[in-house]
């Protein structure tokens, strides 16, 4: 079964990749020869979809002036590291020529996620004075994907970068959900909610989003640059007393503040969410001689809650409980939380899958993962875990106690014991959460 489990890993990853639907965007997108055109990549999937769409201009657009790229990702999800000489690009374009491949000439930045950095400020910095000119001679083809919120940040002045870190810890430890975290973090940005959009106006933005949001509302992923904020300041104070979010008074004036309510210069296309996921997820399955059921596409539950009803579902699914027929793959995608309790290490996968274990203890021909599509899972080197019937005796063979260990919050040095911490390096895609029982 763990081999299994690992097409499946390979699958969905492999076809949820950016670059075709990058390029099939693009393709669709109607280039105007007069402008001049620049590249933006924001988020942890920037690296691949930045290539794609270059790569794109280099096939099909040498008649159109493209001048500067940028990319802004996570720290380690850089595949190459080069400044760009686009004066050769260009020049390579205008001439007709066959264009160098430029993958290691992207100007990029890494910046800090989940908690932005210094890193953050230079990065946002660089592309703010792009934005501001540009001109409506110009164009700006905007490649967005999740992680966005951290990775590309300028506070509101008056408020602090060790504010936003502050802010931003307490709301991802609180088990607030990430529309729930952007509602706030927008509200304190000068980029985002659609504030990056209006630096960038008079020229026009086509807008290319990977959505890692439940929903793929534009306003929350990455807490919505280009995207007008559908929240009210209302739901934002109750999200702060909900959570028992500690601000400074003086920062309560931008949570009340309006923010902007039309944006008119960007035209956006959604190229790839966790439905994409859990279909292919399916599909495979199904080629593999499993009948797939796709459960949920919109998970959004504390982490250990969820791994204990898969596992549940799963052992039902053992004992013919329920209308799922063996050999079934059955499918969950979206993002859960964690609220934090303990001092240990870990992420919501790695979380899920841990607590999915005791549900299937000693039940044969089962096993269930869950991953993140990016390949990172909270602040750790795994991409999510992976449980059997045979975890927890591994686990008391190591003297170590599931319950004590959820409790601290300490998944990933559990997994790793027993040899269930799911590990790709980062991927180049990012679209939400997968989690998957495997009933044979």
Same mark, same amino acid.
């Given at each position: ?122 990065? #946002? ?59 706030? !973090? ?8 659609? !504030? ?20 793929? !509302? ?28 500690? %601000? ?14 039309? %944006? ?11 439905? #994409? ?56 995608? @979206? ?12 992420? !919501? ?39 059997? @019937? ?14 004590? %260990? ?33 009933? @044979?």
């Amino acid at each position: 079964m763990l081999e299994t489990a690992q097409k499946i890993i390979d699958f969905v990853i492999a076809e949820n990749m950016p670059q075709s639907a990058v390029k099939k965007a693009l393709s669709d997108y109607h280039f105007d020869k007069s402008k001049t055109y620049h590249i933006m990549a924001i988020g942890k999937a920037a690296w691949t979809m930045a290539i794609a769409a270059v790569d794109f201009f280099c096939e099909n657009l040498q008649d159109i002036s493209l001048k500067i790229a940028v990319v802004v990702t996570k720290h380690g999800h850089t595949s190459a590291v080069a400044d760009a000489d686009w004066e050769q690009l260009q020049n390579a374009l205008k001439n007709g020529k066959n264009p160098p491949k430029i993958h290691q000439k992207v100007h990029h930045f890494e910046a800090g996620h989940p908690i932005s950095d210094d890193q953050t400020i230079i990065a #946002t910095e660089y592309c703010i004075n792009l934005a501001e000119n540009l001109t409506e001679n110009d164009e700006l083809i905007f490649l967005l994907s999740g992680g966005g919120s951290a990775l590309f940040e300028k506070p509101l002045p008056g408020v602090s970068l060790a504010d936003i870190q502050d802010i931003s810890a307490q709301l991802l430890a609180s088990g607030a959900n990430i529309v729930e975290i952007n509602v706030i !973090r927008k509200r304190l940005s000068s980029v985002k909610a659609g !504030r990056f959009a209006q630096l960038v106006a008079p020229a026009k933005i086509f807008a290319i989003v990977l959505s890692d949001v439940l929903g793929d !509302r534009l306003d929350s992923i990455a807490s919505g640059p280009t995207a007008a904020d559908t929240a009210t300041t209302e739901q934002a104070l109750y999200i702060l007393d909900k959570y028992g979010i500690k %601000i400074k008074p003086q920062h309560l004036a931008y949570i009340s503040q309006a923010t902007p309510a039309n %944006i008119t210069n960007v035209q956006t296309s959604i190229v790839g969410s966790v439905n #994409t996921l859990c279909k292919a997820a399916a599909e495979i399955s199904q080629k593999m001689g499993y009948t797939p059921y796709i459960l949920t596409t919109s998970l959004d539950c504390e982490a250990a809650e969820a791994g204990r009803f898969l596992g549940k579902i799963a052992s039902d699914t053992h004992f013919s409980r329920n209308s799922f027929v063996k050999p079934c793959v059955i499918i969950a995608g @979206g993002e859960t939380v964690v609220t934090i309790k303990g001092n240990g290490k870990g992420g !919501r996968n790695q979380e899920l899958a841990l607590s999915a274990a005791k549900p299937i203890e000693n039940l044969p021909n089962t096993l269930i993962f869950s991953l993140g599509s990016d390949g990172t899972d909270g602040p750790t080197d795994a991409a999510g875990g992976i449980v059997t @019937g045979e975890t927890i005796a591994k686990l008391a063979a190591a003297n170590l106690n599931i319950d004590k %260990i959820l409790a601290n919050n300490d998944s990933y040095t559990a997994l790793k014991e027993v040899n269930g911490l799911i590990v790709t390096n980062p991927t180049g895609t990012n679209v939400n959460d997968l989690s998957v029982a495997i009933c @044979g």
